[in-house]
């Protein structure tokens, strides 16, 4: 496994203990086959390493460190002169804490939850415990053999019967304060060999011998099993130290030589503590597995492990390679390593498997690794430090990502910007100015502050185009004109249709219009390519500053079809006058939508100015009268619908009557237009003539005869058939069609003798059949019109014979005294006519039969 040796700064912060920070220079090395040289291939490492300094290094400089307990409030570390130091985070011994407690190396140290009594045993057979805070309840107990390991009960703290311990030698010993005070001793036991490891939970006790590893449910004072550790091939077990730790109340992590163990502690169901005497609780192994290295210390991190490992190889001067800090997360029977860092302890080649040790605060995942000459403390990334190694590692992306999806809070000592910037730079060092341009946007949002301190660097490499899409460019956020100006020159001179485009998409406001202008003129003078693009842009600013006529003109010298849209846009009818025929010329269409939209300008003077162009004269002519269909410039239509559109000239010709007749047939003769001509000739009268065309001129039988049929003259009959009669395919036509409209005998008569005239006996039938059913339907119309004569008949005399009633309020049409009296001596008779009108009988003159109001005096 080839070594890679990085070099990181570390910053270590040690949080709720004295704010102070240490720098320090740690080299790492990571295990994975890969190149450092490209920083794609890095993994991101887990854990930070810091070396603890300050009096740590002056006690190693004349000592060894032999074994180390940690607290959240102190660092325990033992000394092979047999000295206890107690240290802070920061590697500094607290004054009057040090403790000199055994004259040999010190094998091991325990501290009780709270933080108030150290345990120590060592090779000189002592026990020793102290209180931190008091004298009382300090013991002192020599044992007279080697004492190899100790363990406090967790809450020795507390008053009652919690103030006990146990120790392992050659047999394992439970001691416990008497209710007098005195110690009691219970050997748990001594017949499975030296006891080398001891780990205290809260209610399970955890230890190894020679045979293995055993759980003591410390409740119910009961084995719950031995875990028992076969030979090693490489050598007797006795050499290697076993590693335990409690990852929580139920969770045991056993590691011993290159094995690793994960036990957890379970209740036995109720079936099995009804049927047999068992333990309530049991140990079930839930995962073992092998690793390629010699384990010196193993500790929880979250769901995954940290075992510290010892290389089983050695270098080729046969001394021990570096320690090594393993993460891996386990399964049944098998690992994965997710990371693994190479340790450059001080005189590690000289050391063993045995000669170091681990120990973890679970809480903060703080791990703390310790060599004879140095001590090592390793705690998970925070989010500054994961920011930071994604710098130096060049993924900035993913550090960004860090400082947008968290609380900025927690994070110190980097900011989107400060970050942001830095990613920049790089961008812009590799030439990915188009990357750079969209972070912009990323990380300066509408900062016009930060915008403005960044964007020259991209001036500098005349990139600004790369960053013109992510540019503010809301008025309220908008940056100092001399940068948009910038990105305007820098596109004027390198790219002329990014130009175009900004003009067109910028707020004018964002810039000085009129700077823009003169550089867009001078560079013209010395322009080969793409002018008609500057100026259309030129066009455009010089709207933007409402010189209107300039860029009028502009756009109709580059016959450009946004030029109506700047008419429109803004207000512009009453400027196109002199140029409606430039503008007819680019598109007649929109031109003539314009005009008719706004009567901003006459049609008169429209007329008047189009007149020199009769083809769009045409064309608005034609459009004018759809929206004004009273007859004006009827006259100019007919001669310009003759030229430009024959096909709309005679349903024009039929619909209006706002033009001259003669001027019109004067048209129509002079282009030989005849259908128009017959129904001029037809409207002034000249019927005949009409005739002599349809017949000579455009020899159409059937326009001939409904032409006759329309106006309905005998004589323009008669005139048809004597223009007919002396061609004989005419008069075929002529017998099969006016049978039903008058007397064929008039024609027959005229047909000349030896006339061959085809299909002579097929039209004969055809007219005869014409003129029988035009005789029958008279006769029955005839039988129709008498029969409803004498019916109407009955009923007006029904209606004449019947009664007509009189109201009081009726007068005599003669005397116009009331016809009815109250009086009967005063009523006198009274005469009604079929008009209705009534008389006094005595007021009708005699021998007179007739209404004299219908009817006057001399009628009688």
Same mark, same amino acid.
């Given at each position: 496994?080839?070594?890679?040796?990085?070099?990181?700064?570390?910053?270590?912060?040690?949080?709720?203990?004295?704010?102070?920070?240490?720098? /320090?220079?740690?080299?790492?090395?990571?295990?994975?086959?890969?190149?450092?040289?490209?920083?794609?291939?890095?993994?991101?490492?887990?854990?930070?390493?810091?070396?603890?300094?300050?009096?740590?290094?002056?006690?190693?400089?004349?000592?060894?460190?032999?074994?180390?307990?940690?607290?959240?409030?102190?660092?325990?570390?033992?000394?092979?002169?047999?000295?206890?130091?107690?240290?802070?985070?920061?590697?500094?011994?607290?004054?009057?804490?040090?403790?000199?407690?055994?004259?040999?190396?010190?094998?091991?140290?325990?501290?009780?939850?709270?933080?108030?009594?150290?345990?120590?045993?060592?090779?000189?057979?002592? /026990?020793?415990?102290?209180?931190?805070?008091?004298?009382?309840?300090?013991?002192?107990?020599?044992?007279?053999?080697?004492?190899?390991?100790?363990?406090?009960?967790?809450?020795?703290?507390?008053?009652?019967?919690?103030?006990?311990?146990?120790?392992?030698?050659?047999?394992?010993?439970?001691?416990?304060?008497?209710?007098?005070?005195?110690?009691?001793?219970?050997?748990?036991?001594?017949?499975?060999?030296?006891?080398?490891?001891?780990?205290?939970?809260?209610?399970?006790?955890?230890?190894? &011998?020679?045979?293995?590893?055993?759980?003591?449910?410390?409740?119910?004072?009961?084995?719950?099993?031995?875990?028992?550790?076969?030979?090693?091939?490489?050598?007797?077990?006795?050499?290697?130290?076993?590693?335990?730790?409690?990852?929580?109340?139920?969770?045991?992590?056993?590691?011993?030589?290159?094995? /690793?163990?994960?036990?957890?502690?379970?209740?036995?169901?109720?079936?099995?503590?009804?049927?047999?005497?068992?333990?309530?609780? @049991?140990?079930?192994?839930?995962?073992?597995?092998?690793?390629?290295?010699?384990?010196?210390?193993?500790?929880?991190?979250?769901?995954?492990?940290?075992?510290?490992?010892?290389?089983?190889?050695?270098?080729?001067?046969?001394?021990?390679?570096?320690?090594?800090?393993?993460?891996?997360?386990?399964?049944?029977?098998?690992?994965?390593?997710?990371?693994?860092?190479?340790?450059?302890?001080?005189?590690?080649?000289?050391?063993?498997?045995?000669?170091?040790?681990?120990?973890?605060?679970?809480?903060?995942?703080?791990?703390?690794?310790?060599?004879?000459?140095?001590?090592?403390?390793? &705690?998970?990334?925070?989010?500054?430090?994961?920011?930071?190694?994604?710098?130096?590692?060049?993924?900035?992306?993913?550090?960004?990502?860090?400082?947008?999806?968290?609380?900025?809070?927690?994070?110190?000592?980097?900011?989107?910007?400060?970050?942001?910037?830095?990613?920049?730079?790089?961008? @812009?060092?590799?030439?990915?100015?188009?990357?750079?341009?969209?972070?912009?946007? =990323?990380?300066?949002?509408?900062?016009?502050?930060?915008?403005?301190?960044?964007?020259?660097?991209?001036?500098?490499?005349?990139?600004?185009?790369?960053?013109?899409?992510?540019?503010?460019?809301?008025?309220?956020?908008?940056?100092?004109?001399?940068?948009?100006?910038?990105?305007?020159?820098?596109?004027?001179?390198?790219?002329?249709?990014?130009?175009?485009?900004?003009?067109?998409?910028?707020?004018?406001?964002?810039?000085?219009?009129?700077?823009?202008?003169?550089?867009?003129?001078?560079?013209?003078? #010395?322009?080969?390519?793409?002018?008609?693009?500057?100026?259309?842009?030129?066009?455009?600013?010089?709207?933007?500053?409402?010189?209107?006529?300039?860029?009028?003109?502009?756009?109709?010298?580059?016959?450009?079809?946004?030029?109506?849209?700047?008419?429109?846009?803004?207000?512009?009818?009453?400027?196109?006058?002199?140029?409606?025929?430039?503008?007819?010329?680019?598109?007649?269409?929109?031109?003539?939508?314009?005009?008719?939209?706004?009567?901003?300008?006459?049609?008169?003077?429209?007329?008047?100015?189009?007149? =020199?162009?009769?083809?769009?004269?045409?064309?608005?002519?034609?459009?004018?009268?759809?929206?004004?269909?009273?007859?004006?410039?009827?006259?100019?239509?007919?001669?310009?619908?003759?030229?430009?559109?024959?096909?709309?000239?005679?349903?024009?010709?039929?619909?209006?009557?706002?033009?001259?007749?003669?001027?019109?047939?004067?048209?129509?003769?002079?282009?030989?237009?005849?259908?128009?001509?017959?129904?001029?000739?037809?409207?002034?009268?000249?019927?005949?003539?009409?005739?002599?065309?349809?017949?000579?001129?455009?020899?159409?039988?059937?326009?001939?005869?409904?032409?006759?049929?329309?106006?309905?003259?005998?004589?323009?009959?008669?005139?048809?058939?004597? =223009?007919?009669?002396?061609?004989?395919?005419?008069?075929?036509?002529?017998?099969?069609?006016?049978?039903?409209?008058?007397?064929?005998?008039?024609?027959?008569?005229?047909?000349?003798?030896?006339?061959?005239?085809?299909?002579?006996?097929?039209?004969?039938?055809?007219?005869?059949?014409?003129? #029988?059913?035009?005789?029958?339907?008279?006769?029955?119309?005839?039988?129709?019109?008498? &029969?409803?004569?004498?019916?109407?008949?009955?009923?007006?005399?029904?209606?004449?014979?019947?009664?007509?009633?009189?109201?009081?309020?009726?007068?005599?049409?003669?005397?116009?005294?009331?016809?009815?009296?109250?009086?009967?001596?005063?009523?006198?008779?009274?005469?009604?006519?079929?008009?209705?009108?009534?008389?006094?009988?005595?007021?009708?003159?005699?021998?007179?039969?007739?209404?004299?109001?219908?009817?006057?005096?001399?009628?009688?």
């Amino acid at each position: 496994m080839s070594d890679v040796n990085l070099n990181v700064s570390v910053i270590y912060f040690v949080p709720n203990r004295s704010q102070h920070i240490l720098e /320090v220079n740690f080299s790492l090395q990571d295990c994975n086959n890969s190149d450092t040289e490209s920083s794609e291939d890095e993994i991101e490492p887990k854990l930070k390493y810091v070396r603890l300094s300050n009096d740590v290094q002056k006690i190693l400089l004349t000592s060894s460190a032999t074994c180390i307990a940690v607290h959240p409030k102190f660092i325990c570390l033992g000394s092979h002169w047999g000295v206890i130091h107690i240290l802070d985070y920061q590697g500094n011994s607290i004054e009057g804490k040090d403790l000199k407690a055994h004259a040999v190396s010190v094998n091991h140290i325990s501290i009780d939850t709270n933080g108030e009594f150290i345990a120590t045993c060592s090779d000189d057979g002592r /026990v020793f415990i102290h209180s931190l805070f008091s004298k009382e309840n300090n013991v002192h107990l020599n044992l007279g053999r080697l004492v190899k390991t100790i363990a406090l009960d967790p809450c020795y703290f507390k008053f009652g019967t919690n103030k006990r311990f146990i120790t392992g030698d050659d047999k394992l010993t439970l001691y416990e304060r008497t209710f007098l005070g005195n110690l009691k001793s219970t050997v748990l036991c001594d017949s499975e060999g030296l006891v080398r490891s001891l780990c205290w939970g809260e209610n399970f006790l955890a230890w190894s &011998s020679n045979i293995g590893v055993r759980v003591y449910d410390m409740t119910a004072r009961c084995s719950l099993g031995l875990i028992k550790w076969e030979e090693h091939p490489s050598g007797s077990i006795e050499k290697f130290r076993c590693n335990l730790r409690w990852a929580d109340s139920r969770t045991l992590l056993i590691g011993w030589v290159d094995t /690793v163990r994960v036990c957890v502690i379970r209740k036995r169901s109720s079936i099995e503590l009804a049927n047999r005497d068992l333990p309530e609780y @049991l140990v079930d192994p839930v995962s073992t597995f092998q690793t390629e290295f010699y384990i010196s210390g193993i500790a929880p991190l979250d769901q995954q492990l940290v075992l510290l490992g010892f290389p089983k190889e050695l270098d080729e001067n046969q001394k021990s390679l570096r320690p090594q800090l393993y993460i891996v997360e386990y399964r049944d029977n098998d690992y994965t390593d997710i990371c693994t860092d190479s340790l450059s302890l001080r005189g590690y080649e000289e050391y063993g498997v045995n000669d170091y040790h681990l120990d973890v605060l679970l809480d903060e995942n703080r791990f703390f690794i310790v060599a004879p000459k140095d001590v090592v403390v390793a &705690s998970p990334y925070d989010l500054d430090d994961r920011i930071q190694w994604f710098i130096q590692h060049n993924k900035f992306d993913e550090a960004l990502d860090i400082l947008m999806q968290n609380n900025v809070r927690d994070i110190q000592r980097h900011t989107v910007q400060s970050v942001g910037i830095d990613y920049l730079d790089f961008l @812009l060092s590799r030439g990915s100015y188009d990357n750079a341009g969209r972070l912009c946007l =990323r990380i300066f949002g509408q900062n016009p502050v930060l915008w403005e301190d960044q964007i020259y660097k991209f001036a500098s490499v005349h990139q600004l185009r790369s960053v013109s899409p992510y540019i503010p460019r809301a008025i309220e956020s908008k940056l100092n004109p001399h940068v948009y100006e910038m990105i305007l020159y820098e596109y004027l001179k390198l790219d002329s249709q990014g130009f175009l485009s900004l003009v067109k998409e910028w707020n004018p406001g964002l810039y000085n219009i009129a700077a823009v202008i003169n550089a867009v003129l001078e560079h013209l003078l #010395n322009c080969e390519i793409d002018k008609n693009v500057y100026l259309e842009a030129l066009a455009i600013l010089y709207s933007y500053e409402k010189k209107y006529d300039k860029s009028l003109s502009m756009y109709l010298k580059l016959e450009h079809k946004d030029v109506f849209t700047l008419i429109q846009k803004h207000n512009l009818y009453s400027a196109i006058h002199d140029m409606l025929l430039d503008l007819m010329d680019l598109d007649y269409k929109q031109t003539v939508v314009l005009l008719l939209q706004k009567n901003t300008i006459s049609s008169d003077k429209i007329v008047e100015k189009l007149r =020199r162009n009769e083809l769009h004269l045409y064309r608005y002519l034609d459009e004018y009268d759809k929206k004004n269909p009273k007859g004006k410039y009827h006259k100019d239509l007919v001669r310009l619908y003759a030229v430009f559109a024959r096909e709309k000239l005679l349903p024009f010709l039929k619909k209006s009557d706002h033009y001259p007749i003669q001027e019109a047939l004067d048209i129509c003769q002079k282009q030989k237009y005849y259908p128009e001509m017959v129904y001029l000739l037809g409207r002034i009268g000249d019927t005949k003539e009409a005739l002599a065309l349809i017949v000579n001129e455009l020899k159409d039988m059937q326009h001939a005869i409904a032409f006759c049929q329309e106006h309905d003259d005998p004589d323009l009959w008669e005139d048809l058939i004597n =223009r007919c009669v002396n061609t004989p395919e005419f008069v075929t036509f002529l017998l099969q069609s006016i049978g039903t409209y008058v007397d064929p005998t008039s024609l027959i008569l005229k047909i000349k003798k030896d006339t061959q005239i085809p299909g002579l006996k097929n039209s004969l039938v055809k007219m005869l059949n014409q003129y #029988n059913l035009q005789v029958s339907v008279q006769e029955g119309c005839k039988k129709i019109l008498v &029969s409803d004569y004498f019916n109407l008949q009955k009923r007006l005399v029904k209606v004449h014979q019947k009664g007509h009633a009189l109201t009081n309020e009726a007068v005599c049409g003669a005397c116009h005294r009331k016809l009815i009296e109250r009086d009967p001596s005063r009523c006198a008779n009274i005469t009604v006519f079929n008009c209705k009108h009534a008389f006094h009988v005595q007021c009708i003159p005699n021998n007179r039969t007739k209404c004299g109001i219908c009817y006057s005096t001399d009628q009688i």
